[in-house]
């Protein structure tokens, strides 16, 4: 019920879609109802339980994940090529919204909409034609940051995959920010906004910490949105 086996399979779901909760290799509720949901779209029977036809799916399904094509990924263009015009969207639970708000609003056309439910922040976001999203989420249980970008067992958001991986290389790089962690997973905050969007799940930080965060996420912002 816990182990490096319980972490594999979160974040094999994960990245399939299906959300398992906190990558903490403990087998609990989201992730008993992470893989009912996966079973259910597989056809099979909703036991809750890693069966050998589960397993054998579950391979499957990360190996079909795995190799990429255009046409599943059509949502979005691959690479930061060019400089994006448009509305900086915050929103979520975290010191780090109103900190980044503050040193973003002089140079960015910029929203913050703190604990808007995520289907208004998705139709916000939308309907201004917003160039970026960033959504934010303090767990005092987590021991990490956790980024998470849009993806499905069918396609994911190459875009989302390497602004989390372009924002994790830079939290990397500071001795005082904990370990960081890149999954794609289908928040309803990823999957229905239709621009790059990255959840950020982190644990308490102190306020040497939230400001070296604060000021990485900057860094990634001045090389990706036009001010």
């Keep these: 019920m816990r182990g490096d086996d319980v972490a594999q399979l979160q974040v094999e779901l994960a990245q399939l879609g299906f959300n398992p909760g ?63 015009n448009g509305l900086l969207v915050l929103c979520g639970t975290s010191p780090l919204l109103g900190l980044l708000y503050e040193q973003t609003r002089s140079g960015f056309d910029v929203i913050n909409l703190e604990t808007t439910p995520p289907s208004d922040i998705a139709a916000h976001a ?28 069918k396609a994911h958001s190459r875009r989302g995959e390497q602004l989390a991986s372009t924002v994790a290389t830079s939290l990397s790089r500071s001795p005082v920010l904990p370990r960081v962690e890149v999954t794609g997973m289908a928040l309803p905050i990823l999957r229905e906004t239709r621009m790059t969007t990255l959840h950020i799940e982190h644990g308490s930080l102190d306020l040497d910490a939230l400001g070296v965060f604060s000021q990485a996420l900057m860094s990634v912002l001045d090389g990706i949105i036009h001010r």
């Design 22 to 84: 906190q990558i903490d290799g403990i087998f609990g509720p989201l992730l008993e109802n992470a893989l009912c949901e996966f079973q259910s779209n597989l056809g099979i029977t909703p036991s809750a339980t890693l069966t050998r036809e589960t397993l054998n799916e579950l391979r499957r399904m990360t190996t079909a994940a795995s190799v990429r094509n255009l046409v599943n990924e059509a949502r979005d263009i691959a690479g930061f090529d060019d400089v994006v």
């Design 126 to 153: 939308n309907d201004n034609n917003a160039a970026v999203v960033l959504s934010f989420q303090q767990n005092d249980e987590l021991n990490g940051i956790h980024l998470h970008y849009w993806a499905s067992y």
